[in-house]
């Protein structure tokens, strides 16, 4: 079975963002991780779907763990996870949004975000992530597709919950997107 929590999800602060100096479609963001992480390199393909002074200050839900890729000569260290739908009666019209992490939630910067089992089976147990988890595993590709929004809101993983390792603050999605949306 795979478990989702071999994923290092972590809570950013997007310090700076600016356009890829060589590719329209791309973003260019330095994000904060705390004292732990430090500061990474995140390039994220968000040009035209969601506004670039909109991810300055925003804290977010970053994969931290994903094998290091260059992105037009720009080494992107992270992931942003964002929630995207496509409306029926507009196939042409895809809304991405980041997943936010509210500083009312409290997680200082760097806070490990896991999937919660909603039962008692020994493999949903929370593990360490991998660290760096390797492309030929495909482990990215076997989780990315049962992440969603539901309807309430929830970041799931089939039927765990997203939040912090006590379950006391869960991750929300984005409350303009329908239940159902992907996240990736």
Known sequence: M????????????????KKHPDANSLFVEDVDFGPEIGHRTVVSGLSGLYPLEKL???RGAFVVNLKPVRMRGIESQAMLLCASHTPTSLPSERLVQPIEVPSELHMPLGTRLVFH????????TVCVPDTIINPKTKLW???CPDLTITADRCVRWRDWRLGDLSGAHWVTGPADLPAGSAVS
């Open 2 to 17: 795979v478990n989702p929590n071999r994923l290092d999800i972590r809570v950013g602060l997007i310090v700076d963002a």
């Open 56 to 58: 300055q200050g925003r």
């Open 141 to 143: 590709d076997r989780i």
């Open 117 to 124: 089992a909603t039962s008692d089976l020994p493999e949903t």
